[in-house]
């Protein structure tokens, strides 16, 4: 069974950087970070392919935000900049087990974590 654990969530102004976490236990194809606002729906961030590092972004996020992997820590990070106040929202890392086409579809996912807040004031 996959594990994720997510952290490294918090609050930060408009303009900063945050950096989140996914420790994965076991394997995937691909991971994700998805994140729900209050009153929103749940929308796909950024993913990663573990075989070749192939990546795919938001529009709103790209150029600001950053998926990277490190096998070796079995750690797929996002590295957030720029943030704006829209930005905030609980995000959750998840995985699914097999290539496919479309990367921001939640119900293609097979495991998530528990979420990590981020907050972002103006």
């Known amino acids: 069974q996959v594990q994720l654990v997510e952290s490294g969530g918090g609050s930060v102004q408009a303009g900063g950087s945050l950096r989140l976490s996914c420790v994965v236990s076991g394997s995937v194809y691909r991971l994700a970070w998805f994140r729900r606002a209050p009153g929103k729906e749940r929308e796909g961030v950024a993913s990663?392919?573990?075989?070749?590092?192939?990546?795919h972004y938001a529009d709103s996020v790209n150029g600001r935000f950053a998926i990277t992997r490190d096998p070796a820590k079995s750690t797929v990070y996002l590295q957030m900049d720029s943030l704006e106040p829209e930005d905030s929202a609980m995000y959750y890392c998840a995985g699914r087990n097999r290539y496919g086409a479309r990367w921001s579809r939640d119900f293609d996912y097979d495991y998530w974590g528990q979420g990590t807040q981020v907050t972002v004031s103006s």
């Open positions: 990663i392919d573990i075989p070749d590092a192939r990546t």
